[in-house]
């Protein structure tokens, strides 16, 4: 009967109940004793040389840990390293990874994608056993599988919890995009349509309605427009347009206690309109419903705000 030993539980720990057939040689178990492992259900089979401790529960940075030690080529990519970093828009029942070597697949629910290009830069190496793409080549990689709003949306979260800079975008985007290459033409666009020195957005209704708005003929509104207040305090509306001084705000209900929200945002909508601006909401709820119809309203208060200006609108 193999020890158990302090050493190879500390591994289970740290990597999520996953190990591979290397991994336990060099951790002291013999071929022999892993096997009796397996047939005393000590450790269950994942896929090839890859084993899990039954006593640890398969989620989701297990399955990853499990992909990973699989294959060495492997980088966990896409969906599933959207999912990693907590990004919007980025569920998948299946783990994508991604390889620049010719393998055999790894097992079922794991999709491969090829590549001829994975430099060691675009990989990050965790010290649980996870292997995934940057944050940059995420966003390359995700164009080829979502639309413009979603991957707008991305872009926006990403730059928002600082995973990576604007500037960084750009540079990888452009080293990947080639002509025919999956998503180099919907990266490229995404990034060029985004407003020079806009904040980024908070939220993937955010995101929707501004490009909605920009879209219908409000081409000048931003995110987070800075708004000096009488005091000299600056704030920061959802979105707008500081030419007219139109701004819009977008309600989550599940974000603040309501109470304490209402008072905050009354006080501040009020502020504002003593600076000279207007500020307009609308609900998240209202946008999932019927955005047309929120941005129809919207569209035709910022046009009456306009002509009250003696501007045009855009």
């Not at 050493?7 to 178990?29: E, Q």
């Not at 071929?31 to 269950?44: A, G, I, K, M, Y």
């Not at 990576?164 to 990034?191: E, I, K, M, N």
């Not at 609308?282 to 955005?291: G, M, N, P």
Request: hydrophobic share 40%; charged share 20%.
């Amino acid at each position: 009967m193999p020890a158990f030993d302090a050493t190879l539980a500390r591994w289970f720990h740290d990597h999520h109940g996953i190990v591979s057939s290397a991994h336990l040689r060099y951790l002291g178990v013999s071929d022999d004793e892993r096997e009796w492992l397996v047939s005393t259900q000590v450790l269950e089979v994942l896929f090839e040389g890859v084993y899990r401790v039954t006593s640890t529960p398969l989620g989701f940075l297990g399955r990853c840990a499990a992909v990973c030690a699989a294959d060495a080529s492997l980088a966990l990519s896409c969906y599933t390293t959207g999912h990693l970093l907590g990004l919007r828009q980025c569920s998948s029942s299946a783990l994508h990874a991604t390889t620049d070597r010719v393998t055999k697949p790894v097992g079922r629910g794991v999709v491969i994608h090829r590549t001829r290009f994975l430099p060691s830069e675009h990989i990050v190496v965790r010290s649980d056993g996870i292997r995934h793409t940057t944050s940059e080549r995420t966003y390359f990689d995700l164009a080829r599988h979502v639309t413009d709003l979603s991957l707008a949306s991305i872009l926006e979260q990403m730059l928002r919890i600082g995973l990576c800079t604007y500037a960084s975008l750009v540079d990888v985007t452009q080293s990947l995009a080639t002509s025919g290459r999956p998503g180099s033409g919907r990266a490229l666009r995404v990034l060029a349509s985004r407003p020079d020195g806009a904040s980024p957005a908070d939220s993937h209704d955010e995101v929707r309605l501004l490009r909605a708005l920009r879209s219908a003929g409000m081409a000048s509104a931003v995110s987070h427009p800075p708004v000096r207040l009488l005091n000299g305090r600056v704030v920061h509306p959802d979105m707008g347009d500081p030419r007219v001084g139109f701004y819009v705000e977008v309600d989550h209900h599940t974000w603040h206690d309501p109470s304490a929200a209402i008072d905050y945002d009354t006080d501040r909508d009020r502020q504002i309109r003593l600076a000279g601006g207007l500020v307009e909401r609308v609900t998240d709820t209202q946008l999932r419903a019927d955005l047309p119809k929120v941005v129809s309203d919207l569209l035709a208060l910022y046009r009456a705000r306009c002509l009250s200006f003696g501007a045009q609108t855009g």
